[in-house]
């Protein structure tokens, strides 16, 4: 009996021995293939850290050659603008030699070789003013002036941008204070000077801005601002055309804008009906605004106006619009006009312009 239990006491240590030994070895095979995984991730790490910083090195190399870009198309502009200003003078300076052959013939002087020369100089420049003009149009879409949106970002838009004639329609109603109700209401009440400086607001005078250094140095334009009236932004051009090429007078403009503070409501009609008194009728319409009409050529009745009556001062509106001529919408879509959107794309479509509906870092 005795040499039995030992003999089961020998089985069992041998059999703990066995089981301590595997043990072991688990813990050892863990610890190996730990380490192996610890390894690899280091190695991944650094491939993936490697590989970020040719990214970010790609990124800076990008960022400067849109700098030198940027720079190369102001200086084309610049030298666009003076060439416009050259062919002027040209122009003047070839009447002035027409005028004084013409006062040398009447003196009587008849010494053929100094009129040839005149005859030749006058050839001379009016193949120089040739060139110019061709030279404009082929750089057509190149602007009088630059604009770089915030952090020096360039974009593309799908915007059609040129055009001999273009007017632009800016909506200066109080709903442009602000995207929803209740800030429009709060800031309808505080002083003027700070409506104008406005989120929103901000935004539309900035998105004029890039459109006017957008637009095509020997073309004429016109800004047009709407609530329930519809004026001129330069009081002084009512009813005419402005040369883009004239710096002073474009600068001039977009200065105006910048005292103008948002009021009243919106009548699409209204300024719609402004572009019938240019002449001639403008062959590139943009229209910057938040939302459909809320009255149409005359104030309404009551104070409230629903989403379906301000669809039909819409559709009334649009009747009053130039046939064949391609409507650009830029709209920056308010709290509580979910029909807005579906409108205005739908213009753009029938009259093959673009629509687009800015993110409020834009431009």
């Known amino acids: 009996m005795a040499r039995n239990k030992r003999s089961n006491i020998a089985f069992n240590l041998s059999f703990l021995d066995i089981m301590s030994c595997g043990f072991g070895a688990v813990v050892l095979v863990f610890l190996i293939i730990d380490h192996s995984i610890k390894e690899e991730t280091r190695d991944l790490n650094r491939d993936l850290l490697s590989e970020v910083n040719l990214l970010e090195e790609d990124v800076t190399?990008?960022?400067?050659?849109?700098?030198r870009l940027r720079n190369t198309l102001?200086?084309?502009?610049?030298q666009m603008v003076e060439a416009q200003g050259r062919a002027?003078?040209?122009?003047?300076?070839?009447?002035?030699?027409?005028?004084?052959?013409?006062?040398?013939?009447?003196?009587?002087?008849?010494?053929?070789?100094?009129?040839?020369?005149?005859?030749a100089e006058i050839l001379s420049l009016e193949d120089?003013?040739?060139?110019?003009?061709?030279?404009?149009?082929?750089?057509?879409?190149?602007?009088?002036?630059?604009?770089?949106?915030?952090g020096n970002?360039?974009?593309?838009?799908?915007?059609?941008?040129?055009?001999?004639?273009?007017?632009?329609?800016?909506?200066?109603?109080s709903s442009m204070l602000a995207d929803k109700l209740i800030n429009i209401i709060r800031l309808r009440n505080m002083d003027p000077a700070v409506q104008r400086k406005a989120d929103k607001w901000s935004r539309t005078l900035n998105t004029v801005d890039w459109?006017?250094?957008?637009?095509?140095?020997?073309?004429?334009?016109?800004?047009?601002?709407?609530?329930?009236?519809?004026?001129?932004?330069?009081?002084?051009?009512?009813?005419?055309?402005?040369?883009?090429?004239?710096?002073a007078q474009l600068e001039k403009?977009?200065?105006?804008?910048?005292?103008?503070?948002?009021?009243?409501?919106?009548?699409?009609?209204?300024?719609?009906?402004?572009?019938?008194?240019?002449?001639p009728a403008p062959d590139n319409i943009f229209l910057i605004t938040d939302g459909l009409p809320t009255q149409g050529a005359a104030a309404p009745r009551g104070s409230k106006i629903s989403g379906r009556d301000r669809q039909k001062l819409y559709r009334q509106a649009i009747r009053q619009l130039p046939q064949n001529v391609p409507v650009n919408i830029i709209l920056a879509p308010m709290e509580g006009d979910p029909m807005a959107a579906s409108e205005f794309w739908q213009l753009a479509q029938v009259s093959r312009g673009s629509f687009m509906s800015p993110s409020a870092d834009w431009p």
């Open 61 to 67: 190399d990008g960022e400067a050659g849109l700098v």
């Open 74 to 78: 102001a200086e084309i502009d610049m």
């Open 88 to 119: 002027t003078r040209i122009i003047d300076q070839t009447e002035e030699y027409e005028a004084l052959i013409e006062s040398i013939k009447r003196d009587g002087f008849t010494d053929s070789e100094d009129v040839e020369k005149l005859k």
């Open 128 to 150: 120089e003013v040739k060139k110019l003009r061709e030279a404009a149009e082929e750089d057509s879409g190149q602007s009088a002036r630059t604009f770089v949106g915030e």
């Open 153 to 173: 970002r360039q974009y593309l838009t799908g915007l059609n941008l040129g055009g001999r004639n273009i007017a632009i329609l800016l909506d200066v109603s």
């Open 211 to 247: 459109l006017t250094a957008q637009l095509p140095v020997n073309s004429y334009y016109q800004i047009i601002t709407f609530n329930t009236q519809a004026k001129a932004a330069l009081e002084e051009t009512e009813g005419e055309w402005m040369e883009v090429a004239n710096q």
């Open 253 to 279: 403009v977009t200065a105006q804008l910048r005292d103008v503070t948002p009021a009243g409501g919106t009548s699409l009609e209204n300024a719609f009906l402004a572009l019938q008194k240019l002449s």
